[in-house]
């Protein structure tokens, strides 16, 4: 499945303020990053891929429409899933970008 050109589309308006945004093709999908760090990704099975605080993802996986990202078997910590439902409207999918971005803002430059 390719991903979902008009979320990719929502991503870059809501990004278009931000500087040093790269997106890169990968894993089926479209990343957006910031400074070289992934902060969220359109997925191509579908919703996003958003990079969020190791601490927070338990609290955050009680929300509705929220899980794991899981690749190759393996969940990989400090990501999660947002399916297509849970970035519907734009304050839903403005909320997941701006956990992404505010966390790859903390990381050490590359």
């Given at each position: ?37 992934m ?27 929220v ?37 790859v803002?903390?990381?050490?430059p590359?």
């Open positions: 499945m390719a991903y979902d050109t008009d979320l990719a589309n929502r991503i870059r308006e809501l990004l278009a303020q931000e500087s040093g945004v790269e997106e890169k093709q990968m894993f089926g999908g479209l990343a957006f990053l910031i400074g070289g760090h902060a969220v990704v359109v997925s191509g099975q579908g919703g996003l891929m958003v990079r969020v605080p190791p601490a927070d993802a338990d609290k955050l996986l009680a929300r509705a429409h899980s794991p990202m899981v690749m190759r078997g393996r969940e990989m910590r400090g990501w999660l899933r947002v399916t297509a439902e849970g970035v519907r409207t734009k304050r839903q999918l403005q909320s997941w970008v701006s956990r992404g971005v505010t966390f803002h903390g990381l050490p590359k």
